[in-house]
């Protein structure tokens, strides 16, 4: 009985913990949002990088972050981006809390208590 008592204590905390987890991802989510789009908006590089993944996908080219900055500079992929993120985004179906833009173009993830633009999905992703 006292096995039955402790897996069930763990169960409780897990499920409290990802609720937890949740509820700080959803509190926190406007104001990532407000600075996401303003960079994207200013075509502010440096405010976009900060909200970058580190392990950034950039739809399988195998780049860096560093480096898809440097070609939506370069592309002037701004005006391609611009819609997206006026359209707004949807909740996903992650293993941890995470968004996309409405089309599924751009992939956002809560990671260690902040959120991240992690990359690029492709339309009608999750």
Not at 79 to 92: E, N, R, S
Not at 102 to 115: I, M, N, P, S
Request: hydrophobic share 35%; glycine share 12%.
């Amino acid at each position: 009985m006292k096995k039955y008592k402790v897996l069930l204590l763990l169960c409780f905390l897990v499920v409290c913990g990802s609720t937890f987890g949740q509820s700080q991802a959803n509190k926190s989510w406007p104001g990532f949002w407000a600075k996401f789009s303003t960079a994207v908006n200013k075509k502010d590089t440096q405010s976009l990088r900060k909200v970058m993944s580190d392990d950034f996908f950039d739809g399988g080219g195998g780049g860096t972050a560093d480096q898809w900055l440097t070609s939506m500079q370069t592309n002037n992929s701004w005006t391609f981006y611009k819609p997206i993120v006026a359209k707004g985004t949807k909740v996903g179906k992650c293993d941890v809390p995470c968004r996309s833009t409405k089309d599924g173009y751009l992939l956002f993830e809560y990671r260690k208590g902040k959120w991240l633009w992690v990359g690029l999905g492709g339309e009608g992703q999750d």
